[in-house]
């Protein structure tokens, strides 16, 4: 049904069925388990004091920046390590320090692009530029899209050379790029006369080995310190959980909950976002549930929802075939007490399953390929075994989220119904 013409809304007197009285409910329940869901969020940044288990990093990351607070060039660092280990949190917490600590008469700009959204030369170019630009001072227009790639560098140059003396840019999952360009850009600007703003790049990086990976020519005007950091200890897990307490209504976490939550997350590779999204799963969970307080069996349930939540993402674009290779481990995974299998007995696996379902296999060499890259996913482990004197190779892998998960929701996918821990072949290793 339509609103009567001319209303431009829906008439309260002509549609309040029951519907309506149920979306009312809901919005004016009052919320007994949060008081400020926001510190939950994946994309908040906590203030310096809340920040647990990075002193040596942020301390590090200053001392290459130091010299932009005084108008000068700082330098180039590229951050590495594992989902979840605070890279993001430091690069952005460091830069917006030195913004506003800068001494006078010297203005610091920075920039925060996400690679993975804006992951080409053009889009984080035209990000760029527009997160720099003030068009009330500049009088510059930086349209979202349309123009070229060469004009979005000629307008931002324009208004780095307007505001600022020295720029801060943030390049988080910077090894999702397309091409090594925009570095190669940013870093060279000064040196041809570009712009008179000194630029400092911070790339990160969930891959240690992206640097390497980096065109020669890049990596000379690069010039980056490198700074790695490693996963949290359970300990560290807990106190950054605690810090976010106050996320949470008076007495509502048991006081088994943290402690849980940083166990699961200390397990994962210590990824603090993955804890901190338990958590907020846990309090979600209590309330729909209608539950006084939060506790332990809401954070194991939370932990499953989290982690069917995050593969569903991760591989939701991806091809079957890689969908075919992913349930092919999982099945052997879940259907054997050993967590590591040679690619040999995975690639039969998989033709069983290609076969299956009507598909064509692919060749050893792809089937690696897509191993490999299911790797720099971080969804599987994959590693080299030299035979020794014989010259040969075993390629291993392994399963780094739970089978089960896996096999639920890629058999969501209309092309796997059907197959299941239950009634999946699983070949010999003989």
């Known amino acids: 049904m339509h609103p009567p013409e001319g209303t431009g809304s829906l008439s309260p007197s002509l549609y309040t069925d029951g519907g309506q009285d149920i979306a009312r409910e809901i919005f004016e329940q009052e919320d007994h388990i949060f008081a400020d869901k926001d510190l939950l969020n994946v994309d908040h940044v906590p203030s310096a004091e809340r920040i647990v288990g990075r002193d040596d990093e942020i301390r590090k990351l200053a001392e290459e920046l130091r010299s932009a607070v005084d108008g000068h060039s700082p330098e180039n660092v590229i951050i590495y390590g594992k989902t979840g280990t605070g890279k993001s949190l430091v690069a952005k917490h460091v830069s917006t320090s030195a913004q506003g600590l800068a001494k006078e008469g010297v203005s610091i700009g920075t920039a925060y692009i996400d690679c993975s959204t804006d992951n080409t030369e053009t889009q984080a170019i035209s990000t760029?530029?527009?997160?720099?630009?003030?068009?009330?001072?500049?009088?510059?227009?930086?349209?979202?899209?349309?123009?070229?790639?060469?004009?979005?560098?000629?307008?931002?140059?324009?208004?780095?050379?307007?505001?600022?003396?020295?720029?801060?840019?943030?390049?988080?999952?910077?090894?999702?790029?397309?091409?090594d360009d925009l570095l190669m850009k940013l870093s060279r600007a000064g040196e041809t006369g570009n712009t008179d703003a000194h630029i400092g790049v911070i790339a990160v990086s969930n891959k240690v080995e992206w640097a390497d990976d980096l065109n020669e020519r890049v990596k000379s005007s690069l010039q980056p310190k490198e700074l790695a950091f490693q996963p949290y200890d359970a300990t560290q897990l807990r106190e950054i959980m605690e810090n976010r307490r106050d996320a949470f209504e008076d007495g509502v976490l048991s006081e088994d909950v943290i402690p849980l939550c940083a166990a699961f997350a200390a397990q994962d590779f210590g990824d603090a976002r993955k804890a901190i999204d338990i958590l907020r799963h846990s309090g979600q969970l209590a309330y729909r549930q209608s539950d006084e307080q939060v506790v332990e069996s809401h954070v194991r349930e939370a932990r499953t929802e989290a982690e069917k939540d995050r593969f569903k993402e991760l591989i939701e674009g991806h091809p079957q075939q890689a969908k075919a290779i992913l349930l092919a481990l999982s099945l052997l995974s879940?259907?054997?007490?050993?967590?590591?299998?040679?690619?040999?007995?995975?690639?039969?696996?998989?033709?069983?399953?290609?076969?299956?379902?009507?598909?064509?296999?692919?060749?050893d060499r792809r089937f690696r390929d897509i191993l490999k890259e299911q790797a720099f996913l971080d969804i599987i482990d994959v590693w080299k075994e030299n035979l020794g004197r014989s010259g040969g190779i075993n390629l291993y892998c392994r399963l780094i989220e739970n089978p089960e998960i896996v096999v639920e929701i890629i058999s969501g996918d209309p092309r796997f119904e059907g197959l299941s821990l239950v009634n999946a072949a699983t070949p010999s290793e003989n």
């Open 128 to 179: 760029l530029a527009r997160e720099f630009n003030e068009p009330e001072r500049t009088d510059v227009d930086v349209p979202e899209t349309g123009l070229a790639t060469a004009v979005y560098y000629k307008r931002l140059w324009a208004v780095l050379d307007i505001l600022y003396d020295v720029v801060i840019v943030v390049l988080d999952e910077a090894d999702m790029m397309a091409s």
């Open 334 to 363: 879940a259907n054997s007490e050993k967590d590591e299998f040679q690619s040999q007995l995975v690639y039969r696996q998989y033709t069983n399953i290609a076969e299956k379902i009507d598909m064509d296999s692919l060749s």
